[in-house]
């Protein structure tokens, strides 16, 4: 029985998405900028075709022409928004038809009766922040502050989530996990996306760092996702990263959190290894987007593309026969655009098998033809969106 792996490139999209001008996002181009910017060395995503996804979505074409020993596509996304938790839902056969509840930008940018009902189901001595703002400038900004007076610090951003940073050691890992449980069940009736819990070590602004225990509290999906339905069909499930977050735990069999593309691949790759007939492994590969597609670091974001495209041949090699192997997006993140938020784009849909014939699958309609040509491989009954390719 054949295995399949999915790889999310997080925030790597390819540019060209149809309503891109809605969300402010016409022009954008991941890759193709981050391509303008520095000479990308990537010779095995272009054996998968990254390039002539690229050209088929946007006309451009940054790689040279190398020998395709893999199928590709791109996909274009027919749910609302722009974010995570949207994105790697679609992918997996459950677009969203309906719009997220998100804060505006301005100061404060939640409402008063929330914070204040935070405050006291928290028993905070206050919050700090309560605005739009970049992950690590604001901890940068408002860190110090928050250790001397034990307020956490609350923001947001163009997603539909709002994010609590604190210091580990002065306001306590579990302490912040609480309250990110408290604004979760706030925010439900908000139809707010995630409640992230950022928490960060340091001495002082120059120093402070997030580490690696982020937990997302996100919503259930609407219906069930391809995690779900394999698992129903008692199929082994590996969610390496962030993915058991993103889908609430629903679905996501064996959870392994890991910080880092080294130890995402390593983990990912240990999972492959022992993984039985007919299982699935899916990884979120989130530095992409939090390390340099936020930060708008485009030579980091090439360097961290060249970095994992120099991993992947340890992964052609891992391989069985009947095993299929699946690198996508979940957005796109423009590191040369403007403001610090996603982009509107399509993302690549690059596969590989042993004795794949090369060759194009062409646009895609929905981000959801990638878990439902995943569940037509791996056997089990159809989801309730997408179309296969096989």
């Given at each position: 029985m054949s295995r399949a792996f999915l790889f999310i490139l997080d925030s790597f999209g390819i540019?060209?998405?149809?309503?891109?001008?809605?969300?402010?996002?016409?022009?954008?181009?991941?890759?193709?900028h981050i391509a303008e910017r520095m000479k990308l060395n990537i010779p095995n995503l272009a054996s998968l075709g990254l390039g002539l996804a690229?050209?088929?979505?946007?006309?451009?074409?940054?790689?040279?022409e190398v020998e395709l020993k893999g199928q590709w596509g791109f996909a274009t996304e027919i749910s609302r928004g722009k974010d995570t938790i949207t994105g790697h839902w679609e992918i997996a056969g459950v677009p969203v038809p309906f719009d997220w509840g998100y804060f505006p930008n301005i100061i404060p940018a939640f409402p008063k009766s929330l914070t204040d009902e935070?405050?006291?189901?928290?028993?905070?001595?206050?919050?700090?922040?309560?605005?739009?703002?970049s992950g690590t400038e604001i901890i940068e900004e408002l860190g110090e502050e928050h250790v001397a007076s034990g307020k956490?610090?609350?923001?947001?951003?163009?997603?539909?989530?709002?994010?609590?940073?604190?210091?580990?050691?002065?306001?306590?890992?579990?302490?912040?996990?609480?309250?990110c449980k408290i604004a979760r069940e706030l925010t439900y009736e908000l139809n707010i996306g995630r409640v992230i819990a950022r928490p960060f070590i340091g001495t002082a602004a120059e120093n402070f760092t997030r580490t690696a225990n982020r937990k997302d509290y996100a919503v259930l999906p609407p219906s069930p996702t391809l995690l779900d339905c394999l698992t129903k069909a008692g199929r082994a499930v590996v969610s390496v990263g962030k993915i058991g977050d993103i889908f609430a735990h629903s679905g996501t069999g064996r959870e392994i959190k890991v910080a880092g593309h080294e130890a995402l691949m390593q983990t990912s790759l240990e999972a492959i290894e022992t993984l039985p007939a007919g299982g699935f492994v899916m990884?979120?590969?989130?530095?992409?987007?939090?390390?340099?597609?936020?930060?708008?670091?485009?030579?980091?974001?090439?360097?961290?593309?060249?970095?994992?495209?120099?991993?992947?041949?340890?992964?052609?090699?891992?391989?069985?026969?009947?095993?299929?192997?699946v690198l996508t997006a979940d957005h796109g993140n423009d590191p040369t655009w403007r403001g610090t938020d996603h982009t509107r784009e399509c993302i690549p849909v690059l596969t590989y098998a042993k004795g794949m014939k090369p060759g194009s699958f062409g646009k895609r309609e929905t981000f959801a033809d990638i878990g439902q040509t995943i569940a037509s491989h791996l056997a089990i009954p159809p989801l309730g969106a997408g179309t296969s390719w096989l």
């Open positions: 540019g060209g998405a149809p309503d891109a001008k809605k969300y402010g996002d016409e022009g954008a181009n991941t890759f193709v690229a050209e088929a979505s946007s006309g451009k074409n940054p790689l040279a935070l405050v006291r189901q928290a028993r905070l001595p206050g919050i700090l922040a309560n605005k739009h703002a956490p610090i609350v923001y947001t951003s163009a997603d539909s989530v709002i994010q609590i940073a604190a210091h580990e050691e002065s306001f306590g890992l579990q302490h912040l996990y609480d309250v990884t979120n590969f989130v530095d992409f987007d939090t390390n340099f597609g936020h930060r708008r670091d485009a030579i980091g974001y090439g360097k961290a593309l060249e970095h994992y495209d120099a991993m992947l041949p340890r992964v052609f090699e891992s391989l069985q026969e009947g095993d299929l192997l």
